[in-house]
Nanobody, 123 residues
Framework: QVQLAESGGGLVQAGGSLRLSCAPS????????MGWFRQAPGKEREFVAT????????YYADSVKGRFTISRDYARNTLILQMNSLKPEDTAIYYC????????????????WGQGTQVTVSS
């Protein structure tokens, strides 16, 4: 089992920035891909970004490309999502996820999930 503990999120004005963190524990050595997904009210959960945990390759949804950066803090063994130029449509609950599947981007490929953290962007 892999446990995921998220932090960050909150309320920010449009154009502002937020930083999300996620610390894996348990059998974290088995993880190959980590990522962020989000779910807005009344909408399905959607892919935001993923990173190959041991190699650093990144992949982004078109809607966040150029504004969001996913990375690994190797010193703290923590997943980071830096969100800049935030828009009201970025408002959602953001979930950290992990999987042993290399190159995974679909939510059904991720068996491990954090509790979610709310991000609200006001206009």
């Amino acid at each position: 089992q892999v446990q995921l503990a998220e932090s960050g999120g909150g309320l920010v004005q449009a154009g502002g920035s937020l930083r999300l963190s996620c610390a894996p524990s348990g059998r974290a050595f088995s993880v190959n891909t980590m990522g962020w997904f989000r779910q807005a009210p009344g909408k399905e959960r959607e892919f935001v970004a993923t990173i190959a945990w041991n190699y650093g390759n990144t992949y982004y949804a078109d809607s966040v490309k150029g504004r969001f950066t996913i990375s690994r803090d190797y010193a703290r063994n923590t997943l980071i999502l830096q969100m800049n130029s935030l828009k009201p449509e970025d408002t959602a609950i953001y979930y950290c996820a992990a999987t042993q599947v290399a190159g995974a981007t679909l939510s059904r490929e991720f068996p491990y999930w954090g509790q979610g953290t709310q991000v609200t962007v006001s206009s």
